[in-house]
């Protein structure tokens, strides 16, 4: 027994090789359970090897269970089968997935959604100052972030509150998260489950998604032109209100201040929770951004809830929350176990990219931009046939507006008809509400240079 | 009425200003609901200012709500206020925690975790790979990851899978999570709520956290000689068992290659899951790594875990699981609407240094250097005092391991004194266990200079 050649040997240090042999025995039956192995000394002399390979294996098969040891009598195999099973270490199983994710063609223009245009990140700053992070902070960069995220990035993002927003918030007050996902995630378990979610109708479906899949209760209330109708939302079993008053996605509605003020009774009432979700807030086109419900909220029945991934790169996943006193006591004491899901690479480095004013301007050289494309795209559909045919609605908010058009085919015909032509369009109607011949139009990506002939194929589609 | 001189402007536009008056007068009162405004020309002859600046503010006033106009008859106050509420905008509460995030002393030397040595990250490595990254993948850095994670990053973490683990898997298989909180979470999503969950005791806390913060049932199971108890978890109502079988924390058992078999003829028989968590399984000190789990399952039955906080830094906050396919294709159908909560800056420079061979040498790097420490530390309490009165138990895996001491005191009395010492040591009992006088060394993060003094001043609390 156990009479190995080393012929095949490839690779594999000799221990190695020994192990694989002893154990294939062992799989195949050729050793029995509880047979005695040769001493370590025997063995070595039969094989002609060194004492140390052989306890280099046995020790191998020891500690995987294949062999055990018994003191002063030696080794002997190990019952590894178990009566239902038979084991096949040698064949790993082959994964594959049959669907796989979406293809995303390219389009001539896409106003489905507002991505990040390459040349629009600021580059070569992120460059230095990761730089910077990276030789000056190394003790900083491998401490482990407090549950919330670093200090030093939350008294960033209370200082551009104060700036962009005239809010006047805590850093203490604020939990950081990757992506605004995973701060739903820790809302859901700091309000409990057993509360029922209002949800904007229409509204971002993603929520609804995110709140389904996690088996907590929810209903759509539907909108009117002021926002979420609060007298729907107080006959309703709701007590978390999930809402975008700034610049309601996806029609563009910004809530008047009367309608707040409902809002804020209501749940004031109920002892409900209002979560705010301000997601471009930074980039209203006209004027000074309205004050938020955070900031009219007395009573710490709102949660604040903004993100850098719309206002810096989706691909950049940091987002916070901003929590009254009490919601933030609680999740001292039962969720600060979490820890942090963003690096503190990035942290760091954005922390440094809004300290240092860099935020500020790429906030303000976006608007300009933004401003510049889309009073584009106005002049473009003013001066095609669209102008007769079409009504736009916007409250100068956010990057995005909702277009009517005249349509004489359905909107899945229309769509169609412009898909061929290479454009890319959302109906309203996607977002949960049943509003024909209403598009949205997301401009913040689009081309500058394409958005005339975008236009002119969109009429195209119109007339036809 | 609306007779405002411009007297005190301080810094704000002439529109900003004059918007501010008009809505203050609106909220004392001074202006009454529906009350109508002079022209926009007939206030800027009264005010001797612009049309355009009055234009600007009514603008604002309309779009927060204050005003509304009525077509051709001009613009009215709003009704603004709610029976139950007073508005007062100007006031923003300053919120405030009481019970801040505790205190971290610094020990001389801190057995209670491993932390990442500043030292030991390889900084000037990642500083090449990110300036790369930064320069030259300006496109893929703005593109949306799928919702599993980059390909990049998956093609990478499968190839190196096969290299440590000798684990042949698809890229399309793996999510990538911002640690193993965030697929956890998933995995909840994934695995449905009626399931309950068998947890190893001892055994990590922060899992048996993570479901009651979720409202998942989980029951503690025993853990024997081989791990978790076999038939403790056949006589239990769980279906998902979450176990850590390369290197026991915190016992540092290695689960035999029978208990392994036990554990999937469970897993087969009542169509249940086992988690793998391998959270170090890179460091194992001697011999090859053991087959996992993963590899042994033949039916879909096993999800693997793994993460890069241990292997690389805590604070990059990236891991990943493996999925049989029934349950990828589940979570594609069903879960991928979420983002990646890892940024693409991340993904690629991880994968960067995956691909380029650097991971393999900073592990093989770190290994030389966490065995020197570990043989150092042994050496040091053979030639102790405490030779005599202790015993290790270790199973070469991983970078811990625990010590049973001959107290004479109990266990707290026994930590206050090390605390005097400046030792941070925790008790086995603190991962839910009873077992008196064993105690955990994490050794990956102290200080080589430090171990002698550190055994010196463990010896002397022991011989008190």
Redo the contacts between chains.
Sequence with gaps: MLNYTFENLQGETLY?YL?NCIRADIQSGKLAANEKLPSKRALSRQLSISVMTIE?AY??LL????IYSAPRKGFFV????????K???DT??????????PDHPDYFVDFSSN????ND?P?VT??KL??RV??DD??L??????SNGLYELRRAIADSLVQFR?????P??IVVG??T??LY?ILL?LLG?NRVYATENPGYQ?IV??LN???IANIPIAIDD?GISTSMLAKSKASVAHITPSHHFPTGI?????????L??WA??TRGYIIEDEYDSEFRM???P??SLF????HGRVIYMNTFTKSL??????SYM?L??SL??KY???????????????QLTLADFITQGYYEKHINRMRTMFRRKRDLLMDAIKNSPLADHSRIRE???GLHFVIELDLKISDDAFLNKLAEEDIHLLPLAAYGTSHPHAFLINYSSIPEERIEEAVARLARCLAD
């Design positions: 190695e192990y280099n020790q191998q500690s995987e269970g294949f190990a019952e590894t089968e178990v009566e239902s099973r084991t096949s270490l790993p199983p082959v994964s594959f997935i049959e669907e796989s994710i991505g990040t245009n390459p990140f580059f992120w460059a990761t730089r990276l030789a190394r003790e960069l491998m401490e482990n972030s407090p005239g809010m006047n918030v805590s203490d007050c990757a992506g996902e995973t995630t378990q489950r993603k998604k995110l899949a996690n088996e002021s910004t809530m008047p201040v009367r309608r707040r003020n409902e804020l009774a004031d009432v006209l004027g000074r309205i004050p900031s009219m909220d007395h790169a989706s691909t950049i996943r940091v901003v009254p006193v933030m006591q001292y004491k039962l969720l600060s176990f979490y820890s942090c899901p963003v690096s503190t690479f990035e409250e100068n908010a």
